[in-house]
């Protein structure tokens, strides 16, 4: 107590001025509209650019969460569309315009796993992506990885909550795909180049293309055809005479890339084990 007394006795001069400030202030605004009007002006202003940055802040913590929901959200419709796929392709000439419940025709054979990047590696000739789903989310070794603009890759490994993904990026990547107006098909893989260029390799002398050509999945047991691999940006070096190789400019940026869709196809094991049986 004694030395709170001696703290007010040594600032009193402070203390007093301090009061005799605030009561001048208390004085012009409460008889002087003018300067009244300016405070509330300031004051509301100042207020406003408080919430707007306290709202900013806020909106930054929310977006991983926001962002999670959408990639779900994503892959739901990803499910859906699939769905009218199937039933236009096979009901072609009966359906109506007339709308229907999803629910009504039978479940895609394809299921879209919500995920995020973890790592990514694309430093080397072998570089991988981990994922922060595994075992645990349904994804197993040899599920197809896509974005939101393409093919990324294929898993080869998986733990309880992490996968593993061979990218198109690695020299040990292979995928059939074609151009989107032609019946033929392809062998599209990477020469560790450049890191946005693929090579597409393998079709007839006879292909016609022009850059541009959009290119994609054809025959896999991994991949539903028809998803989006790349353009084509050019004519690559080829090896055989008697074909044509393309550089594909890929749909996926693997420099950006962040979230995914990991594909479960419900009918790969049963045509594993047939293809498996044959072969023995």
Known sequence: ?????????????WLYAIVLVAFS????????????????????????????????VRTYFYLHKNNRE????????????????????????SISTTAFALD?????????????VSYLSFSAMN??????????DGVKPDMGVI?????????????EHFSAVIPIINAKFRLSAKLKNSGNYGSLSWDGSDIYTAQLQELPKHEVYQEGDTVLTSFSRIFPKGLVIGYVSGKAKSQNDNFNSFDVKLATNFYTIQDVLIIEDSYYTEQNQLEQSIRQ
């Open 147 to 159: 974005s939101q603009r393409g093919v990324v890759g294929v898993v080869f490994k998986a733990s």
């Open 70 to 93: 959408l990639l779900e959200r994503n892959a739901k419709l990803e499910s859906e569309l699939y769905v009218l796929k199937e039933l236009y392709h096979r009901d072609y000439d």
């Open 127 to 136: 570089n991988y992506i981990t994922l922060n789903k595994g075992l645990a």
């Open 1 to 13: 107590m004694r030395n709170l007394l001696n703290f007010i006795r040594q600032s009193s001069t």
């Open 25 to 56: 202030f208390y004085l012009v605004f409460s008889h002087n509209s003018y300067h009244r009007s300016v405070y509330f002006t300031s004051a509301n202003s100042l207020t406003g650019w408080l919430y707007d940055k306290s709202n900013s």
């Open 104 to 116: 009504s025709v039978k479940a895609s054979q394809f299921r879209f796993i919500p995920a995020e």
